[in-house]
């Protein structure tokens, strides 16, 4: 019998494996490189954004310089006391029109410009939760203002409803304009758009199906979307049906060409060029006023609207939410809908 040697020999001990190295011990020229990488990726995520959102950026930056001049602070000392002192400087600003003032949602707005421009545009590494300061001190001026009841800001865009959609259909002139409005305002409801949403799409966004349309939302500050948008049971308020009467009217042959175009002021004839953001909701404003509603509507009421009206019908938060592109539980859309359920859901139904 051979008595086997179990032993294992020092030659097939696997070699030791060297520690990483930590990064508080990287040499210069890793740290140069990682540096690269790092302001390569801030650059390219800021550059996916929307023009739209780029602009606001750029805006909130340049109230910030202006705010930088006057109090003497250095541009690029953005810290929590200086935001603080910005806040209150942006609480004396004149507001949209002569007499009023900056809203708290446009000082709230501004603070995250600043903040964000600050790190992507100018490499400034601010401390985390650098804004959290400024914005206590927003909230304590809100409570002042509510304590005295200033009004600040334009409000709530009113929502546009089903009975507002029937009126502006039947005011619509059987015209170029009139065929392009009521399609326009019906699809923005439809879809519960963006003003900018519904600028950016082309004619190939708008896809038929054998249901309706699916329209492809794809440029959106939030995230694309594709929607789908079924046929109406009343033709005068279908947007599958308006969509087709506006794209035969106006002759959509280029699928790359603007969905929603502009019309020459005089003659009315299609135009290559497509509504801007603030068209789209000077269109809807129009069409409250061609129809004799006695509410100014805006650019947002259509989305405000679908999401009132939805819920009128009993629909959940979460379907009226991936409509409109809004978060699954936003607070603004939960906003939008307590105005609805503060009736269906009141404590007294039943008692009195």
């Not at 550059?47 to 202006?66: I, L, V």
Request: aromatic share 6%; proline share 7%.
């Amino acid at each position: 019998m051979v008595n086997a040697d179990l032993s294992v020999s020092s030659s097939s001990t696997p070699p030791a494996v060297p520690a990483p190295v930590r990064p508080e011990e990287f040499d210069q020229r890793t740290r140069a490189a990682l540096e690269v990488l790092e302001h390569r990726a801030v650059r390219v995520v800021a550059d996916g954004r929307p023009e739209r959102t780029r602009t606001g950026y750029a805006q909130d930056w340049a109230s910030w310089t202006k705010f930088c001049d006057q109090s003497g602070v250095p541009l690029l000392a953005v810290t929590a006391g200086t935001l603080t002192a910005y806040v209150e400087w942006l609480w004396t600003q004149p507001g949209w029109k002569a007499g009023t003032f900056l809203a708290p949602s446009t000082i709230d707005r501004r603070i995250s410009g600043t903040v964000v421009s600050a790190r992507e545009q100018h490499g400034i590494k601010t401390e985390q939760g650098v804004a959290r300061l400024a914005r206590d001190r927003l909230a304590q001026l809100v409570k002042e203002m509510e304590k005295t009841g200033e009004k600040r800001g334009r409000g709530q865009a009113a929502p546009l409803l089903v009975d507002h959609l029937t009126a502006i259909s039947a005011a619509c002139p059987d015209n170029l304009m009139g065929i392009r409005d009521r399609a326009l305002v019906l699809m923005h409801f439809a879809v519960a758009g963006r003003e900018h949403e519904l600028a950016a799409t082309r004619v190939r966004d708008y896809t038929p199906t054998p249901e309706g349309i699916q329209a492809d939302l794809r440029v959106s500050k939030v995230r694309p979307r594709v929607v789908p948008v079924p046929y109406g049971t009343r033709p005068s308020l279908c947007p599958v049906r308006a969509w087709t009467a506006w794209k035969d009217a106006a002759q959509l042959t280029d699928p790359d060409g603007p969905a929603w175009r502009r019309l020459h002021s005089r003659w009315h004839t299609v135009m290559k060029g497509g509504l801007q953001p603030e068209s789209i909701g000077d269109v809807i404003t129009r069409a409250g006023q061609r129809a004799g509603i006695d509410i100014r509507f805006t650019g947002h009421s259509p989305r405000r609207g679908l999401a009132t009206s939805s819920r009128m019908k009993g629909h959940d938060q979460i379907v009226i939410a991936k409509q409109g592109g809004w978060a699954p539980h936003s607070k603004v859309l939960a906003g939008y809908l307590d105005v609805v359920d503060q009736w269906e859901d009141n404590a007294l139904l039943g008692v009195l």
